[in-house]
C-alpha cells in the first residue's frame, strides 16, 4: 500500500503550525478522500490537484486515494495546503523520488493548468517552519520576495507544478529568491505646514516620544487631521523583530507589495466612522481575519470624527489598547493578533461644530449626549487631550517659523533612547508599556513630587489608571528635559494633560 508523507503550514491568526500531510493510495473504485478537518476551499483542493496532476502530464492514481492532514483536531483554512497534497500524491505513486520532500514546506495554490499561485500569510508560515526545525521551502515564485525575508531557511520559488516535479527527480534546480532591497519609506507631510497650534503640537511630541495615546478636540479646519497625520514621521522606525511582526499581519491581509516588502515604518491606519466592528478589530467567519488595530500594530490608528464611529465600535477598542493584543473566537477556532498601537482620536466639539464657540446653535444637552459618545472607560484610557483653538491671524505665525518634523524627531528620539536604555531587558521600547506597579514601586517617586496626584485621587479627580498613566507621561516629560527623574512640575504637566476635556 504506497504511502507518502510532505509538509505545508497552517494559520491560526499570526501563528504557524507545520502540517504533515500524508496520500495513501489503496484499491478499490477511484475516489478521493480528504480528511483532517479542511473547510470549504480546502475540500475542493482534490479537484484542482487532480486537474493540475493531470495537465502537468503526470498520471493521477486510479485507485482509492486517502489524504490526512494532522494534527487532525486542528482547523485546517484556505488553498495553500494544493502543492503539498500534490508532491505527496505523486511521491506515493512513485513519480517523483520523496528524498527531498523531508525537510521541506511546500505552500502554493494550485490552478487547473498546474500554474502555482500564490496565497497570503507567506511570511508567518515560513516563521513558523524556521522554529520547527525545518531546512527548505518552496513557494509560488511571486511570493519569493516575501520569503526572502526569513533568515536561516533555504527558500525556492516555482511557477508550475512541473517544476517542482523536476526538482524532486534533480532535472532541474528551482529559482533563488533576489536579495531584499530595503523599500523607500513612504513621504510623510513635514510639521511645518501646521500653522501655530502650540499646545497641539507639544502634545504631538509628548505622544511621540512616550508612545501616548491622543485627544484632539476642536472645530473643523483648526488642523486636527494635519497634526495626525504628521505623527508617523515624528515615530522611530520598527526594530527588526517588529518590522517581521508587522510585516507578517500584512501578509495575512495580502497587502503586502514587491517595492516595499518589509514594512520599515509606523503603519498609519485610518479607517471611516462606517466600518464595522469585525473590521475594525478582525473578524469574519471561519478564521477570524485581523482587522484595523492589527494592521496598525506598532504604529498609529486614527480615528477622525471619533463621535461619529458609535459606541459599539469605540467599546471594542478598551481590552486592546490594555493588552496589547486582541483574541477572537470563531466557529472553528480562537486566534490572536497583536495589536499594540497608538491612538489618536480627532473630535469636534459638539455637532454643529462653529468656527467660534459663541456661534454654536446647540442646546448644553446636546453637546453633552456628542461628547459622551466616547466614554469615560475609554478616555480613562487616551493619556494627552488638547483642546484646538481657531486661528485668530494667519500673519502673526509667519514672524517665526514653525518647527520641522526632523528639529522635533530629533527630541523625540533622543528621548526614546532614554526610555530604551532605561527599561533595557524588560522589553518595553516607551514609557506607555510600563506597567503601573513598576512605576509605583521599583520607580516611585517622591511624595513631595506625587503630592498634586494624590489630592487628584482623594478628590475623585482620577482614577487609579489615570494615575499610573500620569506617572507615564511625566516620565516622558522628564526624557524630553533631559532630567534622570520627574519632578513635581512634570507631574503637573502630566495631570494637566489629563484634566484638559473636551468640553
Given at each position: 500500500?504506497?504511502?507518502?508523507?510532505?509538509?505545508?503550514?497552517?494559520?491560526?491568526?499570526?501563528?504557524?503550525?507545520?502540517?504533515?500531510?500524508?496520500?495513501?493510495?489503496?484499491?478499490?473504485?477511484?475516489?478521493?478522500?480528504?480528511?483532517?478537518?479542511?473547510?470549504?476551499?480546502?475540500?475542493?483542493?482534490?479537484?484542482?490537484?487532480?486537474?493540475?496532476?493531470?495537465?502537468?502530464?503526470?498520471?493521477?492514481?486510479?485507485?482509492?486515494?486517502?489524504?490526512?492532514?494532522?494534527?487532525?483536531?486542528?482547523?485546517?483554512?484556505?488553498?495553500?495546503?494544493?502543492?503539498?497534497?500534490?508532491?505527496?500524491?505523486?511521491?506515493?505513486?512513485?513519480?517523483?523520488?520523496?528524498?527531498?520532500?523531508?525537510?521541506t514546506?511546500?505552500?502554493?495554490?494550485?490552478a487547473?493548468?498546474?500554474?502555482?499561485?500564490?496565497?497570503?500569510?507567506?511570511?508567518?508560515?515560513?516563521?513558523?517552519?524556521?522554529?520547527?526545525?525545518?531546512?527548505?521551502?518552496?513557494?509560488?515564485?511571486?511570493?519569493?520576495?516575501?520569503?526572502?525575508?526569513?533568515?536561516?531557511?533555504?527558500?525556492?520559488?516555482?511557477?508550475?507544478?512541473?517544476?517542482?516535479?523536476?526538482?524532486?527527480k534533480?532535472?532541474?534546480?528551482?529559482?533563488?529568491?533576489?536579495?531584499?532591497?530595503?523599500?523607500?519609506?513612504?513621504?510623510?507631510?513635514?510639521?511645518?505646514?501646521?500653522?501655530?497650534?502650540?499646545?497641539?503640537?507639544?502634545?504631538?511630541?509628548?505622544?511621540?516620544?512616550?508612545?501616548?495615546?491622543?485627544?484632539?478636540?476642536?472645530?473643523?479646519?483648526?488642523?486636527?487631521?494635519?497634526?495626525?497625520?504628521?505623527?508617523?514621521?515624528?515615530?522611530?522606525?520598527?526594530?527588526?523583530?517588529?518590522?517581521?511582526?508587522?510585516?507578517?499581519?500584512?501578509?495575512?491581509?495580502?497587502s503586502?507589495?514587491?517595492?516595499?516588502?518589509?514594512?520599515?515604518?509606523?503603519?498609519?491606519?485610518?479607517?471611516?466612522?462606517s466600518?464595522?466592528v469585525?473590521?475594525?478589530?478582525?473578524g469574519?467567519?471561519?478564521?477570524?481575519?485581523?482587522?484595523?488595530?492589527?494592521?496598525?500594530?506598532?504604529?498609529?490608528?486614527?480615528?477622525?470624527?471619533?463621535?461619529?464611529?458609535?459606541?459599539?465600535?469605540?467599546?471594542?477598542?478598551?481590552?486592546?489598547l490594555?493588552?496589547?493584543?486582541?483574541?477572537?473566537?470563531?466557529?472553528?477556532?480562537?486566534?490572536?493578533?497583536?495589536?499594540?498601537?497608538?491612538?489618536v482620536?480627532?473630535?469636534?466639539?459638539?455637532?454643529?461644530?462653529?468656527?467660534?464657540?459663541?456661534?454654536?446653535?446647540?442646546?448644553?444637552?446636546?453637546r453633552?449626549?456628542?461628547?459622551?459618545?466616547?466614554?469615560?472607560?475609554?478616555?480613562?484610557?487616551?493619556?494627552?487631550?488638547?483642546?484646538?483653538?481657531?486661528?485668530?491671524?494667519?500673519?502673526?505665525?509667519?514672524?517665526?517659523?514653525?518647527?520641522?518634523?526632523?528639529?522635533?524627531?530629533?527630541?523625540?528620539?533622543?528621548?526614546?533612547?532614554?526610555?530604551?536604555?532605561?527599561?533595557?531587558?524588560?522589553?518595553?521600547?516607551?514609557?506607555?508599556?510600563?506597567?503601573?506597579?513598576?512605576?509605583?514601586?521599583?520607580?516611585?517617586?517622591?511624595?513631595?513630587?506625587?503630592?498634586?496626584?494624590?489630592?487628584?485621587?482623594?478628590?475623585?479627580?482620577?482614577?487609579?489608571?489615570?494615575?499610573?498613566?500620569?506617572?507615564?507621561?511625566?516620565?516622558?516629560?522628564?526624557?524630553?528635559?533631559?532630567?534622570?527623574?520627574?519632578?513635581?512640575?512634570?507631574?503637573?504637566?502630566?495631570?494637566?494633560?489629563?484634566?484638559?476635556?473636551?468640553?
Amino acid at each position: 500500500m504506497p504511502l507518502a508523507k510532505a509538509w505545508s503550514v497552517a494559520l491560526l491568526g499570526i501563528d504557524g503550525r507545520v502540517i504533515e500531510i500524508e496520500a495513501d493510495i489503496g484499491g478499490g473504485l477511484p475516489k478521493v478522500t480528504l480528511v483532517g478537518l479542511p473547510d470549504a476551499g480546502l475540500r475542493e483542493a482534490k479537484d484542482r490537484v487532480r486537474s493540475a496532476v493531470r495537465n502537468s502530464g503526470q498520471q493521477w492514481p486510479d485507485g482509492k486515494v486517502t489524504l490526512g492532514l494532522s494534527p487532525a483536531n486542528l482547523p485546517k483554512v484556505g488553498s495553500g495546503y494544493d502543492l503539498g497534497i500534490a508532491a505527496a500524491v505523486l511521491a506515493a505513486t512513485g513519480s517523483v523520488p520523496a528524498t527531498k520532500l523531508v525537510g521541506t514546506v511546500l505552500l502554493g495554490e494550485l490552478a487547473l493548468d498546474g500554474r502555482i499561485r500564490t496565497v497570503r500569510g507567506v511570511l508567518p508560515g515560513l516563521l513558523a517552519a524556521r522554529d520547527a526545525g525545518f531546512a527548505r521551502a518552496v513557494v509560488p515564485t511571486e511570493s519569493l520576495f516575501e520569503a526572502a525575508l526569513v533568515e536561516g531557511l533555504e527558500v525556492s520559488g516555482a511557477t508550475r507544478l512541473t517544476d517542482v516535479v523536476a526538482w524532486l527527480k534533480d532535472e532541474a534546480p528551482l529559482q533563488e529568491p533576489e536579495p531584499p532591497v530595503p523599500g523607500e519609506p513612504p513621504e510623510v507631510p513635514d510639521l511645518a505646514d501646521v500653522v501655530g497650534q502650540p499646545e497641539a503640537r507639544w502634545a504631538l511630541e509628548v505622544a511621540a516620544a512616550g508612545g501616548h495615546h491622543l485627544l484632539l478636540t476642536g472645530p473643523p479646519g483648526v488642523g486636527k487631521t494635519m497634526l495626525a497625520k504628521r505623527l508617523p514621521g515624528l515615530l522611530p522606525r520598527l526594530s527588526g523583530e517588529e518590522s517581521l511582526q508587522v510585516t507578517a499581519v500584512h501578509s495575512i491581509e495580502g497587502s503586502l507589495t514587491r517595492s516595499a516588502p518589509l514594512v520599515t515604518v509606523p503603519p498609519f491606519v485610518a479607517p471611516h466612522h462606517s466600518i464595522s466592528v469585525a473590521a475594525l478589530i478582525g473578524g469574519g467567519s471561519g478564521i477570524a481575519a485581523p482587522g484595523a488595530i492589527s494592521r496598525a500594530h506598532r504604529g498609529i490608528l486614527f480615528l477622525d470624527e471619533a463621535a461619529e464611529f458609535g459606541p459599539l465600535r469605540l467599546e471594542s477598542l478598551r481590552t486592546a489598547l490594555e493588552e496589547g493584543e486582541v483574541r477572537l473566537s470563531r466557529t472553528r477556532g480562537s486566534v490572536r493578533y497583536p495589536a499594540r498601537f497608538q491612538l489618536v482620536l480627532a473630535t469636534n466639539p459638539c455637532p454643529c461644530a462653529p468656527v467660534k464657540d459663541t456661534d454654536c446653535t446647540c442646546s448644553p444637552t446636546a453637546r453633552r449626549r456628542y461628547l459622551a459618545r466616547l466614554s469615560g472607560p475609554l478616555l480613562d484610557r487616551v493619556d494627552l487631550r488638547v483642546r484646538l483653538r481657531p486661528l485668530t491671524a494667519i500673519s502673526a505665525h509667519e514672524v517665526r517659523r514653525p518647527e520641522s518634523t526632523d528639529e522635533v524627531r530629533a527630541r523625540v528620539l533622543e528621548a526614546r533612547a532614554k526610555a530604551v536604555q532605561r527599561w533595557e531587558g524588560r522589553g518595553w521600547r516607551a514609557n506607555s508599556e510600563v506597567p503601573g506597579p513598576v512605576l509605583r514601586q521599583e520607580f516611585a517617586l517622591p511624595p513631595g513630587v506625587t503630592n498634586l496626584l494624590d489630592r487628584s485621587l482623594d478628590r475623585g479627580v482620577l482614577t487609579a489608571r489615570g494615575a499610573d498613566r500620569c506617572l507615564r507621561i511625566a516620565w516622558t516629560l522628564a526624557d524630553l528635559d533631559g532630567c534622570q527623574r520627574p519632578v513635581a512640575d512634570h507631574v503637573a504637566a502630566a495631570l494637566g494633560f489629563r484634566e484638559r476635556t473636551a468640553a
